[in-house]
């Protein structure tokens, strides 16, 4: 795909997502991308840029801004429309399941719209996979320091060596059919209490 | 049975709310995850698209959605009104200072502003004002203001929407001279400093419907949750849980702001300046028995104020789509 001649806004809390989805466009030929601050006079920065589509991430509460310039007032500098194709319910769906919404400028070829459609729900969807790999590392780094804990109060308590702590643990996590960081956070908090 | 319900925060969610948390809606056996929205056009699309069950929903943005002129054309039904009235006009003090009614009277208030935004007009600097979305009782009764001053809204004033909880914001940033919103929003901008309530919504159109409970018009739920939501409204009616209800709706999973603010709009005592100067309107926002039937009049006279606006073009064939959205069978059903 190369739009050399398109113009494409991105509106998103997210300063991160909207980054990865400006270099997505970017590299999939788009001309010009332009991420937007979602504030409150956002209605007017719009006008002023007078993109071709307007990509933004169905959380933004700037969503309804754009509703007022979808022509239905006299008063819009430049109208856009909500990109709706009946056709296509499933592609609405895989959009807005992976947060987005799209305006187009009324003219615009629908291939063309679908084609950036494409290409900001890989992102986002790649965005989604990348936080939520990152908050099981966080949990897992987490999981790591409890069980580096409970491993010392078992050494102290019971007079064991590291590698037996460990063992005993692990034992314990397998016969009550749990995991050996459940069974850490148990002896941490129980030692928390015992003080 | 387990639903997924939408909802934006205001104080009209009330019914909605308590529906769930109150467990009206767990004595009919369902289970209900309460969806915060932050905007109407998200709301209405998870409508369309089925990935919510039903929706605290701007009574016209129904009917548009019904219609297919906001959105994609989706069928739903509406089994229930969940209150009328709520909104108010703020201004910015400046404007106020203009428009120097010397009087909390609608029609001097009116006068004076339709005064001031001529003058504006005249000098090429129309007054922009505040709504929150193209399809609300908020922008008619912005229309019905202005007339009732003399003033053509579409033709004097520039409108913008602003999602409300940014709206003080763009108020003391000069973005906006006025706007309409509904509770807690009106309160919020006084209490900062930068707004002045004008107007009433209960005064520019008495009983006006506000929100409604929206379904998908094949909905399996709904007698059960007709039912929970209507005796949650009944329990919001009544001043003696006025406190109690307060506390709910301004806990940060709900609106997230000072309780005070939810309470004075439950009395209908409204602060409207930042001296303090209290107003009372007994039906400044509504719920309950007497505000749940949803009648065929109310759709006919929204279908009149989005004629008015320039939104639709009358027609009998539209009129009888947009009437089918409304099932007050639905609710003599459950409630009967």
């Not at chain 1, 007079?159 to 002896?187: F, H, Q, S, V, W």
């Not at chain 2, 509904?182 to 930068?194: H, I, T």
């Not at chain 2, 309470?263 to 005592?269: E, P, S």
Request: proline letters at 6%; aromatic letters at 4%.
């Amino acid at each position: 795909m190369t739009e050399p001649s398109l113009t494409v806004a991105v509106i998103d809390p997210s300063p991160a997502r909207a980054a990865i989805l400006e270099e997505g466009l970017a590299a999939a030929g788009i001309a010009r991308v332009v991420i937007l601050p979602d504030t409150a006079d956002l209605s007017a920065r719009v006008a002023a840029l007078n993109p071709d589509v307007v990509v933004i991430h169905v959380e933004s509460p700037s969503r309804d801004i754009l509703e007022q310039m979808s022509g239905l007032s006299r008063h819009v500098e430049r109208p856009v429309a909500m990109f709706v194709d009946r056709s296509d319910v499933p592609m609405m769906q895989a959009a807005v399941d992976a947060g987005i919404s799209a305006y187009v400028v009324d003219g615009l070829h629908p291939q063309r719209i679908r084609s950036i459609l494409d290409v900001a729900i890989l992102r986002f969807n790649a965005f989604a996979r990348l936080q939520r790999e990152l908050l099981e590392a966080r949990g897992e780094l987490a999981d790591r320091k409890l069980i580096e804990r409970a491993k010392g109060i078992l050494m102290t308590a019971k007079g064991m060596p590291e590698e037996e702590a460990y063992r005993l643990m692990r034992r314990k996590a397998m016969n009550e059919k749990r995991k050996i960081a459940d069974i850490a956070r148990a002896i941490v908090t129980a030692a928390d209490l015992l003080g | 049975m387990r639903l997924a319900l939408g909802y934006v925060p205001l104080v009209d969610a009330a019914a909605l709310i308590v529906a769930v948390e109150g467990g009206f809606a767990a004595e009919e056996g369902l289970r209900i995850d309460l969806v915060r929205e932050s905007s109407w056009a998200t709301l209405r699309d998870k409508l369309a698209l089925g990935l919510l069950d039903g929706a605290h929903m701007l009574a016209p943005l129904a009917i548009a959605s019904a219609l297919g002129i906001s959105g994609p054309e989706t069928r739903l039904a509406v089994p229930l009104g969940l209150n009328l009235n709520g909104n108010a006009v703020t201004v910015s003090r400046p404007l106020w200072s203009a428009m120097d009614p010397g009087s909390e009277d609608l029609d001097i208030v009116a006068r004076a502003f339709g005064r001031v935004a001529r003058d504006r007009a005249g000098q090429g600097r129309p007054l922009t004002l505040g709504t929150v979305h193209p399809f609300s009782s908020h922008t008619y009764q912005l229309g019905l203001f202005a007339a009732r001053g003399g003033l053509d809204l579409e033709a004097a004033v520039r409108m913008v929407v602003i999602p409300p909880p940014r709206i003080a914001e763009a108020l003391q940033a000069g973005h906006i001279d006025g706007f309409c919103v509904g509770s807690p929003w009106n309160g919020l901008a006084v209490e900062a400093g930068y707004g002045r309530i004008a107007a009433f919504g209960c005064e520019i159109a008495p009983d006006c419907p506000e929100k409604v409970l929206a379904l998908p018009a094949d909905a399996a739920a709904s007698v059960g949750l007709v039912r929970a939501v209507s005796r949650a409204g009944r329990w919001c009616a009544d001043p003696r849980n006025h406190d109690d209800l307060a506390l709910l709706l301004a806990s940060p999973h709900h609106l997230g702001i000072a309780p005070a603010l939810v309470r004075r709009a439950l009395a209908g005592t409204v602060v409207v300046d930042a001296d303090g100067t209290r107003r009372e309107a007994p039906d400044f926002v509504s719920f309950g028995v007497a505000v749940e039937r949803p009648r065929i009049a109310q759709v006919d006279w929204f279908l009149e104020r989005m004629a008015a606006a320039g939104q639709i073009t009358l027609t009998p064939a539209l009129t009888e789509r947009a009437r089918a959205l409304y099932r007050p069978d639905l609710y003599d059903g459950a409630i009967g």
